[in-house]
């Protein structure tokens, strides 16, 4: 609240926001933006593409100069994003990226934040 220079205390409405964006929230998945946001697992993701076939954890290691525990970890968080997904072979765990899922999810931010903000 503020006080006008007649003494009236004036109420601060809160900023409409663009109605149009209103939904831009749904493609905003905090998971996936922290799953990128880290160097490491974007080398780990970069490593996996480049193999460009189900890898192994000692496989995809070899672009980083991280234990193999800290690669492992870094694919989790890239599991859990939904941007790997992994299969059990006997004591092997195999990785892969999940092409599909991933470009449409970029796709459907990008295709929300132009009907949002068409340019100028």
């Known amino acids: 609240m503020s006080t006008a220079t007649t003494g009236k205390v004036i109420t601060e409405q809160p900023i409409a926001s663009n109605d149009c964006c ?3 929230d749904a493609f ?3 998971k996936l933006f ?3 946001c880290d160097p490491t697992r974007v080398a780990v993701l970069s490593r996996l593409t480049e193999l ?3 890898s192994t954890v000692t496989q995809i290691a ?3 100069t991280v234990d193999l525990s ?3 970890r870094h694919l989790s968080v890239l599991r859990e994003a939904g941007i790997v ?3 059990k072979r ?3 765990v195999y990785y892969r990226v999940r092409y599909q899922d991933l470009s449409a999810s970029l796709r459907a931010l990008a295709d929300a934040i132009d009907s949002c903000c068409p340019p100028d």
């Open 52 to 54: 460009a076939k189900e």
């Open 70 to 72: 800290v690669v492992s």
């Open 85 to 87: 997904e992994s299969e």
């Open 22 to 24: 209103g939904g831009i």
């Open 90 to 92: 006997g004591k092997e």
């Open 28 to 30: 905003l998945e905090p």
């Open 34 to 36: 922290k799953a990128l």
């Open 62 to 64: 070899s672009c980083c």
